[in-house]
């Protein structure tokens, strides 16, 4: 073999060496590729696609429904309602703003009348001593009888009244009453109290603040059949069927059980803002009363009316031509006899 033989030879075979090299070099290139590819973490994103955008609610699918006519159409229409409902609740806030004001304006209106003329008209009197059905025996009632009946001589002064009444039979409202031949006036006036739950001072201030019973010297039957005033309205004659001292006081008794009984039947209302006319005659007006109690809602209910100032300036006297007296001479007069009502 020549030299230039042996030479191409090693030539051949040295570049055979230098592929070989070079194929196993690019083979643990692309092995080390891959696994670097296999090892490196996913990515937690999700892919941008058409299946991952948020669905349209029912809303706002209707609301882009149908021609640009038709979606104007409900634009304008949720635009509007939209409106009107903002505007709801704006009024709502100013009736609550208004309201608040109303209650505050009464309050202090009390608050004053409270303090000029010892008058509150929300709270003419407590429900504990209105309801207070324990406050007098019926020998403590003939002694105040005979104490403020003094003057009054004869069988028709109330300190000396005796009446044969009729048993009635207890109900939701009262316990029941039994009746005599000859009962006294002390003994129907506890009676009545203690079977319908109403203080003996209550129906006492209402006979004298009614027909002035408890002091007059000149008492007559006419003044008997109407005692309380029970179903006696102010624009006519007295219901015969409650005549009589008895039906009076017992019913006037068993009345204010009903009225408590029955609110919602009835247009004063306790923890409320009640308007109270001053007058019957309406063109007197009237004013807003915050009543606080049970008590002073059941009086205005059976005298519907609060005294304006001419009235509370005269005390026991008259006012002017729009002045009423029912709850101011309650109030009044159980202030007198009882001491404060509002205790």
Same mark, same amino acid.
């Given at each position: 073999?020549?030299k230039?033989?042996?030479?191409s030879? @090693? *030539? #051949?075979?040295? +570049?055979a060496?230098s592929? %070989?090299a070079?194929?196993q $070099?690019?083979?643990s290139t692309?092995t080390?590729?891959?696994?670097s @590819? *296999? #090892?490196?973490? +996913?990515?937690?994103?999700? %892919?941008?696609t058409a299946s $991952?955008?948020?669905?349209?609610?029912a809303?706002t699918?209707w609301?882009?429904?149908?021609?640009?006519?038709?979606r104007?159409? %409900?634009?304008?229409?949720?635009?509007s309602v939209?409106?009107v409902?903002?505007?709801a609740m704006?009024?709502?806030?100013?009736l609550v703003?208004?309201r608040?004001?109303s209650?505050t304006a009464a309050k202090n209106r009390?608050a004053?009348?409270?303090q000029?003329?010892?008058?509150d008209?929300g709270?003419i009197?407590s429900?504990?001593?209105?309801?207070d059905?324990?406050?007098?025996?019926t020998?403590?009632?003939q002694?105040?009888?005979?104490?403020?009946?003094a003057?009054?001589?004869?069988?028709l002064?109330?300190k000396n009244?005796?009446?044969?009444t009729?048993?009635e039979p207890?109900?939701d409202?009262c316990d029941?009453y039994?009746g005599?031949?000859?009962?006294?006036a002390?003994?129907?006036i506890?009676g009545?109290?203690?079977?319908?739950?109403i203080?003996?001072k209550?129906?006492?201030?209402m006979?004298?603040k009614e027909?002035?019973?408890?002091?007059?010297?000149?008492?007559?039957?006419a003044?008997y059949?109407?005692a309380?005033?029970?179903?006696?309205p102010?624009?006519g004659?007295?219901?015969?069927k409650?005549?009589?001292?008895?039906?009076?006081?017992y019913?006037?008794?068993?009345?204010?059980?009903?009225?408590?009984a029955?609110?919602?039947?009835?247009?004063y209302?306790?923890?409320?803002?009640?308007?109270?006319?001053y007058?019957?005659?309406?063109?007197?007006?009237?004013?807003?009363?915050w009543i606080?109690?049970d008590?002073?809602?059941?009086?205005?209910i059976?005298?519907?009316?609060?005294?304006?100032?001419?009235?509370?300036k005269?005390?026991?006297?008259?006012?002017?031509?729009?002045?009423?007296?029912g709850?101011?001479?309650?109030?009044?007069?159980?202030n007198a006899?009882?001491?404060?009502?509002?205790?």
């Amino acid at each position: 073999m020549t030299k230039s033989t042996r030479q191409s030879t @090693k *030539s #051949t075979s040295a +570049k055979a060496t230098s592929a %070989k090299a070079k194929s196993q $070099s690019a083979k643990s290139t692309k092995t080390k590729s891959v696994k670097s @590819k *296999s #090892t490196r973490p +996913k990515s937690s994103r999700p %892919k941008s696609t058409a299946s $991952s955008c948020r669905p349209r609610g029912a809303f706002t699918r209707w609301l882009h429904r149908g021609d640009k006519r038709v979606r104007f159409v %409900k634009t304008v229409i949720v635009r509007s309602v939209s409106s009107v409902a903002a505007l709801a609740m704006l009024l709502g806030m100013c009736l609550v703003v208004y309201r608040q004001m109303s209650i505050t304006a009464a309050k202090n209106r009390q608050a004053e009348f409270s303090q000029d003329y010892d008058f509150d008209p929300g709270n003419i009197i407590s429900d504990a001593q209105f309801f207070d059905s324990k406050a007098m025996s019926t020998y403590e009632v003939q002694q105040f009888l005979d104490k403020h009946g003094a003057k009054c001589s004869g069988d028709l002064c109330l300190k000396n009244y005796t009446v044969a009444t009729l048993a009635e039979p207890k109900d939701d409202l009262c316990d029941g009453y039994t009746g005599g031949q000859r009962q006294s006036a002390a003994q129907i006036i506890d009676g009545a109290a203690r079977s319908c739950g109403i203080a003996q001072k209550v129906l006492l201030v209402m006979l004298e603040k009614e027909q002035g019973l408890v002091s007059t010297t000149e008492p007559s039957e006419a003044r008997y059949q109407s005692a309380l005033g029970l179903s006696c309205p102010d624009d006519g004659p007295c219901d015969p069927k409650h005549g009589g001292f008895f039906n009076q006081v017992y019913g006037a008794a068993r009345r204010f059980k009903y009225y408590q009984a029955h609110a919602d039947q009835y247009r004063y209302h306790a923890g409320r803002l009640n308007y109270v006319q001053y007058h019957p005659n309406e063109s007197c007006g009237g004013a807003d009363v915050w009543i606080e109690n049970d008590a002073t809602a059941l009086l205005y209910i059976y005298t519907p009316y609060q005294p304006n100032v001419s009235s509370l300036k005269a005390g026991l006297g008259e006012g002017d031509s729009c002045a009423s007296y029912g709850n101011r001479n309650f109030s009044i007069l159980y202030n007198a006899w009882f001491g404060d009502p509002r205790k």
